[in-house]
C-alpha cells in the first residue's frame, strides 16, 4: 500500500486552519545558493504559508563567505519573524552548522540550529524537527506499532538521520543505523530482518526487493536525482512486498512542509 504524504498534509492544513492560531504570523524562508529547486521548495511554503493566513517572505540572499551568511541571518533575525527557515543545501564552501546557528533557537522552526537541536533532545521544547515529525504523524494515521519492532534506519545525516535517531531515542525505542561508510554485508543483513526501514541514505532506488522481507514498513525520506526527476532511496517495485510505504514524490515530503508550521504554534 502507497501512502499519500499529500492526504496526511491535508488533514494537518485543515486542523491548523480551523484552529486560525497561525494568522498573522511571519515567515521568511532564505536561500543562498542560486537554484531552482530551492525556489520551487520555498515558493510551496510560501503558498502554504499565506493559505495559513501568514505573511511570508523569500529572501534569495548572496554571500561569498561563511561570515557573511552568518551576518545575514543574523539581520533577517533581528526582524522580528516568528520563523525564518534557512533552505539546504547552502554553497559547498560554507561551513553549514555556522550558518544555522546563526538563527535564534526561537525562530527556528526547522530544528537544525545547535541550540534548537539540543533543546529537542532535552525534553525543553515542543517543536518537533520535521522530519521526525513527519514520520510520527504517518505512523498514528497508519496505525503502526514501533514497540519491539526490529528498526533499521539508513543515514546520519542532519535532515533526516540525525532527527529520526533523536525521536526513537526520546521513544525508548530500539533501532540500528547505517550509512554509506558501514559495513555492506551488516546493512544487508539487518535490512533481511527490520520489520519497519526509515531511508534517508539518498542514493536513488538503493533499496530493492530482494533486501527486505515482506510485509516490511518502507519510510522512504531520500531524494536525490536520476535522470532528471526526484527519486527515492527504495526501488518503487518494492510495494509490491511492502504493507506500507511512502513514494518519492508525494510521501514524506509534504508532510513535512505541514508539520513545520506545525511547529510555529
Do not use: W
Not at 522580528?80 to 522552526?109: M, R, S, W, Y
Request: glycine letters at 8%.
Amino acid at each position: 500500500m502507497l501512502i499519500s504524504g499529500a492526504e496526511i498534509a491535508e488533514k494537518i492544513y485543515k486542523k491548523l486552519e480551523s484552529e486560525k492560531t497561525l494568522e498573522g504570523k511571519r515567515v521568511c524562508f532564505v536561500s543562498f545558493l542560486e537554484s531552482a529547486v530551492s525556489r520551487t521548495f520555498m515558493e510551496k511554503k510560501k503558498k502554504v504559508a499565506e493559505r495559513l493566513g501568514m505573511a511570508a517572505e523569500i529572501r534569495e540572499e548572496k554571500a561569498d563567505t561563511t561570515e557573511e551568511a552568518e551576518k545575514i541571518i543574523g539581520s533577517i533575525a533581528k526582524e522580528n519573524f516568528d520563523g525564518v527557515v534557512i533552505q539546504l543545501p547552502l554553497p559547498k564552501n560554507f561551513d553549514t552548522q555556522k550558518v544555522l546557528d546563526a538563527l535564534p533557537e526561537n525562530q527556528d522552526i526547522d530544528i537544525l540550529g545547535t541550540k534548537a537541536k539540543e533543546s529537542y533532545r532535552k525534553g525543553l521544547t515542543k517543536r518537533i524537527p520535521p522530519v521526525a515529525s513527519a514520520i510520527l504523524e504517518i505512523f498514528k494515521e497508519h496505525r503502526v506499532d514501533v514497540a519491539g519492532r526490529h528498526i533499521t534506519l539508513l543515514g546520519k545525516g542532519r535532515l533526516v538521520g540525525e532527527p529520526v535517531a533523536f525521536l526513537f531515542e526520546k521513544l525508548g525505542v530500539r533501532y540500528d543505523n547505517f550509512d554509506i561508510n558501514s559495513s555492506q554485508e551488516d546493512m544487508m543483513n539487518d535490512l533481511e530482518k527490520a520489520d519497519i526501514v526509515i531511508s534517508g541514505i539518498g542514493k536513488p532506488h538503493f533499496i530493492k526487493p530482494e533486501m527486505i522481507k515482506n510485509g516490511v514498513v518502507l519510510i522512504d525520506a531520500g531524494t536525490s536525482e536520476s535522470e532528471g526527476k526526484l527519486v527515492g532511496d527504495v526501488d518503487p517495485e518494492c510495494a509490491a512486498k511492502a504493507s506500507f510505504m511512502t513514494p518519492v514524490p508525494n510521501g514524506v515530503g509534504p508532510i513535512t512542509i505541514a508539520v513545520l508550521f506545525q511547529n510555529l504554534c
